[in-house]
C-alpha cells in the first residue's frame, strides 16, 4: 500500500484515531477527519494533532467518494454505524488501523494476541520478556497505543506485540502476523457483535490470512479453541489441564521440554500461569536461552489494572481488577483468593446474565454493586444465595462501604464484571479513580 497523495477518511477521534491520523499525515496521504459528534463535543481533541495536516469533513453529504482510498475507522465504531453503512454502499473499503499498518509494512514483525480474558496480561509479559532479552519490543493495539504511529517512529527493527480486540478483527481484509494467539473465548460484548457466534468468529479471525509457517497458539482447554481449520503448519497448545506444548505439571511450568518452578510468576491466580505459557510459546521460535526466559519472567509483575496490588491498610489488602470486565474474567480475579474477599462489581450492561458469576464462589464476604447492572447482579447472586448484599451509587460510595466493613485479614476486590461506559471514559480512568479512593484512607 503507497497512502501518498491518497485521500483517506480518519472516522472517530480515541487514540488509535489519533495515531491514525500523525501517521497517515507524516507519510504523505491526504486526511480527512469525520466525527459523528458534533464540532464542540471534540474540538479539544483536535489541540493534539497541530502539527499535522487535515481536513474535516463538515458535511458528509459533500464527500467526493469515488476519490477515497479507504475509511480507517476507530475500533469502538460498529460495523452498522450509518457512516460505515454509506461507505460500503459506495464500495468503500473500511478497514481497522492493524489493515493498514499490515498493508504498509506486513506481519512479520508482529506478534498479535487476542482472547476474551488475559491478552492484556500476555501482551505485556511478552513484550517485557523480550525486551529483558535484548529483542527491541513494543506493545500497541488495544492495550492503549496505536500501531500505525509506533512502527511509523520506531522502524521494523522492533517486535511489535498487538493486543487486538474483537472490534479490530471485525475490520480486517489481508491482515496476518507471524505469531497469532487466542488465550480464550467466552460470551462477550453481544451488545457489540448481536450474538456469540459472531463475537467467535471475529476472534478466529486473527488467523484467517495465516501463512503455512507462521504460528499459531492456541488454549486447548478451551471448548471454542479445537478442531478449528488452520491453514499453518505450527499449531501450539497450552494446557493447565492437559499434556501439550506448554503445560503446568503439578508445580512445573513446562515449555517445549524445557521447565521452570512456578512459583517464578509472581502474578496471581492459576490464569496467569496460562497466560504464561502462552507468552512463552510465542517466543519460543526465537532462539533466547530458556535461563533468560525464565530471569524475564521472574521480574515481571502485574499490569496496572489486572488484580493489581494496590495498598494493604489496617491488614486489609486491596486490589484493582477494573480491567475485568467481563463475568468470565471476573471469576478468574476470584478464583485467586481463597476467602473473606470483599467484591466491588457493576457497571455498563452488555445485556448479558450473572448467575455463572456467583455460583460457585463461597469466598464472597461481602458483595457491593454500583452502576447500571447493579440490580440485575444482585437478582443473580441472590438466586446463588449470596446474602450479604449492598447496593450503592458510585464508586465512592461503594470503597467507604468496604473500607469501614473489612476487618483485618480481608481482601477488597474491585473486579466489576462490566465494561466502564455508564460512569467512566474507559476501564484505565476507573481503575485510576478506585486507586485514588483507597489511598485516600492510607494517609
Known amino acids: 500500500m503507497d497512502v501518498k497523495d491518497k485521500?483517506?477518511?480518519?472516522?472517530?477521534?480515541?487514540?488509535?484515531?489519533?495515531?491514525?491520523?500523525?501517521?497517515?499525515?507524516?507519510?504523505?496521504?491526504?486526511?480527512y477527519i469525520y466525527d459523528d459528534r458534533?464540532?464542540?463535543?471534540?474540538?479539544?481533541?483536535?489541540?493534539?494533532?497541530?502539527?499535522?495536516?487535515?481536513?474535516?469533513?463538515?458535511?458528509?453529504?459533500?464527500?467526493?467518494?469515488?476519490?477515497?482510498?479507504?475509511?480507517?475507522?476507530?475500533?469502538?465504531?460498529?460495523?452498522?454505524?450509518?457512516?460505515i453503512l454509506l461507505a460500503l454502499e459506495k464500495n468503500i473499503k473500511v478497514y481497522s488501523d492493524i489493515e493498514v499498518a499490515y498493508q504498509l509494512w506486513g506481519g512479520d514483525n508482529l506478534i498479535s494476541v487476542t482472547g476474551t480474558n488475559g491478552k492484556t496480561t500476555t501482551t505485556a509479559m511478552i513484550s517485557h520478556i523480550l525486551n529483558?532479552?535484548?529483542?527491541?519490543?513494543?506493545?500497541?493495539?488495544?492495550?492503549?497505543?496505536?500501531?500505525?504511529?509506533?512502527?511509523?517512529?520506531?522502524?521494523?527493527?522492533?517486535?511489535?506485540?498487538?493486543?487486538?480486540?474483537?472490534?479490530?478483527?471485525?475490520?480486517?481484509?489481508?491482515?496476518?502476523?507471524?505469531?497469532?494467539?487466542?488465550?480464550?473465548?467466552?460470551?462477550?460484548?453481544t451488545d457489540w457483535h448481536g450474538k456469540f457466534d459472531n463475537y467467535k468468529e471475529s476472534k478466529y479471525a486473527i488467523f484467517k490470512n495465516v501463512l503455512k509457517?507462521?504460528?499459531?497458539?492456541?488454549?486447548?482447554?478451551?471448548?471454542?479453541?479445537?478442531n478449528l481449520n488452520i491453514n499453518s503448519d505450527n499449531i501450539l497448545y497450552f494446557s493447565l489441564k492437559n499434556d501439550a506444548d506448554a503445560y503446568l505439571n503439578n508445580n512445573d511450568i513446562v515449555v517445549l521440554d524445557n521447565k521452570f518452578n512456578k512459583d517464578k510468576i509472581h502474578l496471581v491466580g492459576n490464569h496467569n500461569i496460562a497466560?504464561?505459557?502462552?507468552?512463552?510459546?510465542?517466543?519460543s521460535n526465537l532462539y533466547i536461552p530458556f535461563n533468560k526466559i525464565v530471569d524475564s519472567i521472574s521480574t515481571f509483575n502485574a499490569i496496572e489494572h489486572r488484580i493489581e496490588f494496590v495498598k494493604e491498610i489496617n491488614g486489609v489488602k486491596y486490589f484493582n481488577d477494573s480491567k475485568g470486565t467481563n463475568i468470565d474474567s471476573t471469576k478468574v480475579a476470584l478464583d485467586g483468593f481463597?476467602?473473606?474477599?470483599?467484591?466491588?462489581?457493576?457497571?455498563?450492561?452488555?445485556?448479558?446474565?450473572?448467575?455463572?458469576?456467583?455460583n460457585c464462589n463461597k469466598n464472597i464476604k461481602l458483595l457491593i454493586l454500583y452502576g447500571e447492572t447493579k440490580y440485575k447482579m444482585e437478582k443473580s447472586a441472590k438466586k446463588c444465595n449470596i446474602k450479604n448484599i449492598k447496593i450503592v451509587?458510585?464508586?465512592?460510595?461503594?470503597?467507604?462501604?468496604?473500607?469501614?466493613?473489612?476487618?483485618?485479614?480481608?481482601?477488597?476486590?474491585?473486579?466489576?464484571?462490566?465494561?466502564?461506559?455508564?460512569?467512566?471514559?474507559?476501564?484505565?480512568?476507573?481503575?485510576?479513580?478506585f486507586k485514588e479512593l483507597v489511598l485516600k484512607y492510607a494517609k
Open 7 to 31: 485521500k483517506v477518511i480518519v472516522f472517530g477521534l480515541g487514540v488509535t484515531g489519533k495515531s491514525s491520523i500523525r501517521a497517515l499525515s507524516k507519510l504523505g496521504a491526504k486526511v
Open 38 to 83: 458534533k464540532y464542540e463535543e471534540y474540538k479539544d481533541t483536535l489541540n493534539d494533532l497541530k502539527e499535522y495536516d487535515y481536513q474535516i469533513i463538515e458535511n458528509k453529504d459533500e464527500i467526493e467518494w469515488e476519490e477515497i482510498e479507504f475509511i480507517l475507522k476507530s475500533p469502538g465504531i460498529k460495523l452498522d454505524n450509518k457512516f
Open 132 to 189: 529483558k532479552c535484548g529483542i527491541k519490543s513494543k506493545v500497541v493495539g488495544n492495550i492503549g497505543v496505536g500501531i500505525l504511529w509506533e512502527i511509523l517512529q520506531n522502524g521494523l527493527d522492533y517486535k511489535y506485540v498487538l493486543e487486538l480486540s474483537s472490534f479490530q478483527l471485525s475490520s480486517i481484509d489481508k491482515f496476518r502476523s507471524k505469531v497469532s494467539i487466542i488465550t480464550n473465548i467466552t460470551e462477550d460484548h
Open 213 to 226: 509457517n507462521d504460528v499459531v497458539i492456541l488454549n486447548k482447554d478451551d471448548i471454542y479453541l479445537k
Open 275 to 283: 497466560n504464561t505459557l502462552a507468552a512463552c510459546l510465542a517466543i
Open 338 to 358: 481463597e476467602s473473606n474477599v470483599i467484591l466491588i462489581g457493576g457497571g455498563y450492561d452488555k445485556h448479558v446474565e450473572f448467575d455463572t458469576l456467583f
Open 393 to 433: 451509587n458510585d464508586l465512592e460510595q461503594a470503597v467507604n462501604l468496604a473500607y469501614n466493613y473489612a476487618v483485618n485479614g480481608d481482601t477488597v476486590l474491585f473486579s466489576p464484571a462490566n465494561a466502564s461506559w455508564d460512569m467512566y471514559n474507559s476501564y484505565e480512568e476507573r481503575g485510576k479513580h
